[in-house]
């Protein structure tokens, strides 16, 4: 009652429920780089907040009504915070209320090199622009930027922006016959959050409305679609695997022994563990992460044997049954069962890894729990005898008259060694973490189509840069940006990104104040002869510098300011995007080697880092499988004695060898989760020759033998059912547990006594 209690407080009585799905949450914190984490979650909070819409057609007018229409209704909606479909004029004109108080001190690249090496020239080409009928340089352009040097600058900034076009306020792009407008869109909340998903059947209604009104096509992309497809995908596996395995155990359990009791105790020893479990992880790490509910709750496949034996004594029993007596018998097994268990998760609990230590303590507590229960309530709740007969056993007995033959005892474990070392030649390893994701093909391609329209590139990677002050940062940030520039221009880097293209480092500002400076000095009386001006033209600018902080306050960052990060432990940092990097032919490494080179730069990739954390803890719980069989083996010596401690490992050992060999035939790569689901297959596979060996002879492996293979059912249906999973790691998972469980089943009656019939 207390911990229902507790569970009423943590659930109900909360505004969320204390379920963590951020895989980021289950890493070790001290192996995540401070600064490249909230660069991390800066650039992800900006891209998962953000949707972008193309509507496709071939007339601008038609596209502009459908955008109007289209703005309208999403805002209507409630899934958007604000929503950008038009180009106000306040917006044009930041380029210019944010850059012209510093016009003297920003120049192109073009016009720095220019100026430092041929000024003369500058005349020549204003006067070319100036008689240039389409240049549109007006008089007051020209009394307030003789040398049009301004306009050089802002067209160079804004190159990026070339594959649209402005037409009645709207960007327009234009890819062979078919035109493109695009509307961007803030959502009112985290792509993750359920309520804002239960909006997209509007979306998906709205744009199908304006698909068939203006008979344009609307493509979309953001982050929103994955989760929600990720979420619609997890509770179709939930509602088709999870509630059918459920219907599954139960309909078992009613027509084994034909009676709600038994039914109604394993249940309660399974709830009582899942309860107490949840309730004490809640209260140790605050939340459960949905790493652990989902994997922990394997202990099912653990517990609900404590209740088989004994629920399978009173139905052998009839009118003999005696529940304490009963209890007597199974008592050594079900404790010896538990302590197998318990090594196992306690090796994880030592780990340093969020994740592994809350699935650890979530299940010691369970099986605790659930042992517990049987020990301390079944005796008190069962006292009647059951009214209902064993089924038919005769195919359990067959197979058992079998194991007293030498020749299966030694040929099936033979066999299956011999497989299980052919197969674990094909064993690959990937502990890539999109393994737990599943990309539509549908959403990709629309990603891939707005990326290539609007010129994003679809290959991108982050760079993180770090300095001791903003100026040295500024600075590395156009030292790194040239040589990235220089690439671009070879065409091995489609695009780059940075904040110092649009704030220059004021060791950049100064040096194209001296320039400009100079400029006028030499060739303002130039310049003003040969434009017949009645004023002189002098410079009478004064050096103001441009910070970071104004770029920032200015429309002009919305679409990059996200880049700049500023003072993070100790450093300023930044981030540079690169899109689409190809490298030369000569040199397929040449943008990687010259980033591995650079102390200040760290690739941003968090899928990578995850991934490599993965793998070292892929081969950390490699290891302490190996030292958990090892004390298993040690604990089973000292309580049987050698021979017979070695007939009890040997099955659940062959199970877990064999089952990951069958995961590496079906190409399948192992990954931490198959090892996870080794440690399952040996918690269970132990049990099952656990209670074979407790036999002091053959008398009762019939009723034995039927709880194992209840258990085993049971456990097929609880986790084997994750093979028809489409997510790959959970499919792994799957088949590995399905495989070792059965090949365990199969193998339990080596452990059996021989010689004695019933």
Known sequence: MFCAGLLIQQTVMQDKLPIETNILALLPKDQQDKVAQQAFE????????????????????????????????????????????????????????????YRAQLLSEQDKSNLAQAPDERVTHVIEQIYNPFSGVSGGELKSDPFLLFRDFLSA?????????????????????????????????????????????????LEADVEQLFHVKLLHTGSLFYAAHGAESAKSEISTIGVGSLIGIILLLLFVYRSSLPLMLALLSIGCGLL???????????????????????????????????????????NKWDPDFALKQIFNAISL???????????????????????????????????????????????????????????????????????????????????AFIGLTKITFNDDIRQLQTMPEDLKAQEHTIKDITGVGNNQRLLLVKANSEELLLQRLEQLSAQFNEWKTQGFIKSVQSVSQFVPSLKTQQENYQLVETLYQQQGESLSNKLNLTEAIEFKQSFKPLLVSDYLM??????????????????????????????????????????????????????????AIFSHYRLFIGEMLLAVYFLIGLLLAWHYGVKKACKVMTPPLIA???????????????????????????????????????????????????????????????????????????????????????????????????????
């Not at 992460?289 to 517990?303: D, E, Q, R």
């Not at 003072?567 to 540079?576: L, T």
């Open 554 to 611: 200015s429309p002009v960052s919305e679409p990059l300011g996200f880049l700049w990060l500023g003072d993070i432990s100790g450093y300023y940092a930044s981030v540079i995007i690169l899109s689409d990097v190809t490298n030369p032919a000569t040199d397929p490494q040449l943008v990687a080697h010259y980033i591995e080179q650079q102390a200040d730069v760290q690739v941003l990739d968090k899928a990578a880092e995850i991934s």
């Open 337 to 419: 069962g538990l302590v197998t268990s318990l090594i196992g998760y306690l090796g994880l609990l030592i780990a340093p890894f969020p994740g592994l230590q809350q699935l650890s303590l979530f299940s010691i507590v369970g099986l605790l729990s659930a042992y517990l229960t049987v020990v301390l309530c079944y005796p008190a709740l069962a006292r009647s005898p059951s009214k209902t007969k064993l089924p038919n056993l005769r195919l359990l007995t067959a197979w058992l008259a079998l194991w007293q033959h030498k020749s299966l005892r030694v040929a099936l474990p033979s066999v299956l060694i011999i497989f």
């Open 42 to 101: 800066q650039i992800a909070d900006n891209i998962n907040n953000r949707v972008v819409f193309l509507i496709k057609g071939k007339d601008k007018d038609n596209l502009v009504k459908a955008a109007s229409y289209f703005n309208d209704a999403l805002t209507a909606i409630g899934l958007f915070a604000h929503v950008e479909s038009k180009i106000s004029e306040n917006q044009q004109q930041a380029w210019g209320s944010l850059y012209f108080p």
């Open 157 to 205: 900034r804004n190159t990026s922006d070339g594959h649209f076009s402005l037409y009645q306020n709207y960007l327009l792009s234009q890819v062979g016959d078919d035109l493109y407008l695009i509307i961007q869109a803030d959502l009112a909340g985290d792509a993750f959050d359920s309520r804002l998903q239960s909006l997209l059947p509007q979306l998906q209604i």
């Open 276 to 318: 107490v479990a949840f309730v004490t992880t809640v209260l140790v790490f605050g939340k459960v992460h949905l790493f652990s509910l989902v994997f922990g709750a394997s202990l099912i496949g653990v517990s609900i044997d404590y209740a088989f034996h004994y629920l399978t004594e009173r139905l052998a029993e009839q």
């Open 656 to 758: 877990g060898v064999a089952a990951l060999a069958i995961t590496a035939v079906f190409a399948i790569p192992i990954t931490i989760f198959n090892l996870l689901a080794l440690l399952l297959v040996l918690g269970i596979g132990i049990d099952y020759t656990l209670f074979f060996a407790e036999q002091k002879n053959t008398i009762n492996s019939e009723n034995t033998f039927l709880a194992i293979t209840l258990s085993a059912i049971t456990t097929v249906l609880s986790f084997g059912l994750l093979a028809l999973s489409e997510t790959q790691a959970i499919y792994g998972f799957g088949v590995t547990v399905l495989t070792g469980i059965i090949i365990a089943w199969l193998l339990a009656p080596l452990a059996m006594n021989k010689g004695t019939k019933k």
